[in-house]
């Protein structure tokens, strides 16, 4: 059984940091595309970051580059999103996901972060 367990999440003030923390159990990690998405009351799902298999391609969505860092550890079976100069507009709920080409798309099941005026 796949599990994608996202944490870290919580309630910063604006200008701070906050480490997501994704840990991936029941898949060949390695295998995957990491991405993480963030969704806002009332708006549709983000993709906000991705990071390939082996870590060496990361891709940010425009709103969140310069201060956001995806990372991945494949022996920890983990992704990681460092946020950092946190601003009320990152307010939201960030889900990990785990697409492996021909061989699924997994989601967590979330991780709240509230970043407060």
């Known amino acids: 059984q796949v599990q994608l367990v996202e944490s870290g999440g919580g309630l910063v003030q604006a200008g701070g940091s906050l480490r997501l923390s994704c840990a991936a159990s029941?898949?060949?990690?390695?295998?995957?595309?990491m991405r993480w998405h963030r969704q806002a009351p009332g708006k549709v799902r983000e993709l906000v970051a991705t990071i390939t298999t082996t870590g060496v391609i990361t891709n940010y969505a425009d709103s969140v580059k310069g201060r956001f860092t995806i990372s991945r550890d494949n022996v920890k079976n983990t992704v990681y999103l460092q946020m950092n100069s946190l601003k009320p507009e990152d307010t939201a709920v960030y889900y990990c996901?785990?697409?492996?080409?021909?061989?699924?798309?997994?989601w967590g099941q979330g991780t709240q972060v509230t970043v407060s005026s």
């Open positions: 029941g898949l060949t990690f390695g295998s995957y595309v």
């Open positions: 996901n785990a697409v492996g080409t021909y061989i699924g798309v997994y």
